[in-house]
């Protein structure tokens, strides 16, 4: 932080220690050694010969630069590189001073020990883990660490800290360390003055002040100044000023009092209202039009910077972009109430739009099944996705297509048209099935969780079934034309949507049906359910379910057996096969229900990114209208999760509490999500 700066002491002088060992050969006798420059004049020494004249043309050649030479060091006979080992010298060192420095002060405490550990994260002598190559090495990391101790002094208000250091070579003769200390004066902890912000007048008035995150009487700490800076950077963006600059701050130190009054230049730029949206790029995804669409700000209202972090988050979602940013221009053109217009500049480059993605998972009772689909996301711009997938699992095989719109006229709409052909085999029914569906939806994402969401449309359904027909005493086929009404509304108050931890949902699912054929039947599908999460302590979480279906207006035999009610698997009563609850055949295969009730009820437990679960599962479909809740069931089990960024990865085991003849021991179930 700038401020007045107090002189850091010379280091202090090395200690003098004991005279150094007689060399091996004194420098008079090492010079006496060598010959005389006058020997080649003497009358002794041999006349010198004339130089052989040169015969080899290559060595009249200049000489190879150095450069050229291969520089690979030579290599003694096991192929190792022949270096001298350099010599190490073994130091220790301390920090001292700050054994009994204590501030107790509410938002900035401080001890000497906590000082300590800070500097020896920065500590040239302790990285160099007590090892040197020379005294000039050790010298160099005393030097860097009596400036890197004097900086973390300073950064909690030890303007004035003195440092001394001090090294203590071992007796001669004797093995042992070279001792290094660091002595620290801390000296007085300065206290923040008076608070001054140099800009002009702001709306409203005190936003500054309001939002600056320290105040005068506490330490000058660098780390809680430099946070409340930031926190300006932010809130002034936020409350209209887009073009906010932060000055760099002054703090003037008063030796006397150890008070430091801080100044910080800040020049908020115009007030701004959202202007204009333009598009740059030359590979664009959306045109400025449709960008406004997924917007959640209109022309005209103040700017709000998380608004743009909402729309960059939202564009960043649609997966149709390599790089988009959203930035803020100003324009100079006055939007009234001494505000100016911030026009936004999408900068986009288009990513690949398509993808393939597949999925699989296994229950006892259901078998396994796995999705494999292919997308083009923008086939259609703007976000008309066309999607084929593929289903093949032991229990079901089918393909469809879809066409889905995102974003269509309004943030999270989507409007959705697809065709499929499927084939059922379970235990309950056969079924080889068509069906064309649409829907609109408006429903909660990743970026935003709604509280009110909903869908709506059609569903043309042609199936051909086969099923148990009691008054025939045996299977029978029959083929029905179903066209249906769904619409479901949900509200949701929990706080996440792939692993709540608290709050709850409520949901309603209304479908009036029409079988048609030579004997129309209407009637109407409801169903009705509730999910509670509550935190215990800590990552420990109760969690329970409730869900009621009822069909009213026709008889059980009437409704084709793949709209009637089936309960018990991994999504419903676990302990259970798939569809397994409810009234049987003579075979003792279940053939669903006009109603079903069915509750959960879950403790999990998280450590890090595992979790286990406890559970407790009851249920039953039964053949009346309304549930009659007799010949309840229940399954028990644990489960355990690995939780991904995409959601948790669940695998459950449970068994039938009372098991009856003919159902399983243990049930098995492998998927991604909670069950609830």
């Known amino acids: 932080m700038a401020g007045t700066a107090s002189a850091q002491p010379s280091p202090a002088p090395v200690k003098e220690q004991a005279s150094p ?42 000489l190879t630069p150095l450069t050229d030479f291969d520089k690979e060091p030579l290599r003694d006979e096991t192929g190792g590189a022949k270096t001298e080992k350099a010599p190490t010298l073994s130091y220790r060192w301390q920090v001292t001073g700050l054994e009994n420095l204590r501030d107790a002060h509410p938002v900035a405490p401080i001890d000497g020990g906590a000082l300590v550990d800070s500097f020896s994260t920065v500590s040239a002598l302790k990285q160099g883990k007590g090892k040197a190559t020379n005294a000039a090495a050790i010298a160099a990391r005393i030097e860097q660490d009596r400036q890197a101790l004097s900086d973390v002094m300073a950064s909690q208000g030890y303007f004035d800290a003195a440092i001394q250091s001090s090294v203590a070579m071992p007796e001669q003769g004797k093995p042992g360390d070279i001792a290094v200390s660091l002595a620290v004066a801390p000296g007085p902890r300065y206290r923040l003055g008076a608070i001054r912000f140099d800009a002009p007048a ?7 002040t309001r939002h600056f995150g320290v105040h005068s009487g506490e330490p000058i700490v660098a780390e809680r100044v430099l946070s409340a800076e930031a926190e300006l950077g932010v809130i002034l963006p936020q409350s209209a000023y887009p073009f906010a600059k ?19 230049p800040v020049t908020p730029g115009p007030r701004s209202r959202f202007g204009d949206i333009t598009v740059k790029g030359r590979r664009s995804v959306f045109d400025a039009r449709h960008i406004s669409t997924i917007a959640r700000f209109r022309k005209g209202e103040l700017y709000d910077s998380r608004l743009i972090d909402d729309l960059r988050k939202a564009l960043v979602a649609t997966n149709l972009f390599a790089t988009v940013t959203v930035e803020p221009a100003q324009t100079g ?45 923008n086939l ?21 297509g879809t066409f889905r719109r995102s974003n269509a006229g309004l943030r999270d709409r989507t409007v959705e048209v697809s065709i499929s052909a499927n084939h059922t085999n379970l235990d309950a029914y056969e079924a080889f099935t068509g069906a064309l569906k649409g829907r609109i939806s408006r429903a909660s994402t990743a970026i935003w969780q709604k509280r009110w969401t909903y869908s709506y449309g059609f569903e043309l359904i042609g199936s051909n079934e086969q099923d148990y027909a009691f008054e025939q005493a045996g299977e029978r086929r029959r083929t029905f034309y179903i066209l249906a009404l769904p619409g479901q509304i949900t509200y949701d108050r929990s706080n996440s949507l792939l692993d709540p931890t608290r709050g709850y949902r409520l949901s309603a699912t209304l479908s009036p049906e029409a079988s048609l054929g030579s004997n129309v039947q209407t009637y109407a599908r409801s169903i009705f359910e509730a999910t509670g999460y509550y935190p215990i302590a800590g990552k420990l979480v109760l969690a329970g379910r409730a869900r009621v279906g009822m ?27 798939y569809q397994e609850l409810g009234p049987k055949d003579p075979s003792g295969n279940p ?8 509750t959960s009820v879950e403790l999990r437990y998280r450590f890090g990114n595992f979790g286990v679960v406890g559970f407790v599962d009851s249920g039953q479909v039964f053949t009346s209208e309304v549930p009659t809740f007799n010949s309840w069931r229940f399954g028990a089990g644990m489960g355990f999760r ?31 999500g909670q069950a609830f």
């Open 202 to 208: 702001l709306i409203p008035p005190d936003l500054l």
């Open 551 to 577: 069909i009213g207006g026709a008889s059980r035999e009437s409704i084709a057996p793949s709209r009637r009610f089936y309960s018990g698997g991994g999504g419903s009563v676990r302990g259970f096969g």
């Open 21 to 62: 060992p007689s060399p091996i050969i004194t420098d008079r006798d090492f010079e006496a050694a060598l010959p005389s420059q006058d020997a080649a004049a003497s009358p002794a020494a041999p006349v010198a010969s004339p130089p052989a004249p040169v015969t080899d043309p290559d060595l009249a050649k200049p």
């Open 246 to 264: 932060i000055g760099q701050r002054d703090i003037e130190l008063d030796a006397a009092t150890g008070i430091g009054d801080y100044t910080l």
């Open 591 to 598: 053939i669903g229900g006009r109603s079903q009730a069915e």
């Open 333 to 377: 053109v006055s939007a009234g109430d001494n505000t100016e217009y911030a026009n936004l500049v999408v900068s986009q480059k288009a990513g690949p739009p398509r993808s393939l993605s597949a999925q699989a998972g296994y229950s006892t009772g259901e078998g396994i099944k796995a999705v494999g689909s292919w997308s083009h996301a």
């Open 642 to 672: 690995y939780y991904t960024n995409f959601g948790p990865m669940r695998f459950d085991i449970a068994t039938p509490i009372n098991r009856q003849i003919g159902e399983s021991r243990v049930a098995v179930y492998v998927s991604i």
């Open 380 to 400: 259609f711009p703007p976000e008309g996705a066309l999607i084929g997938s593929a289903t093949a699992g032991t229990s079901e095989q089918g393909v469809s």
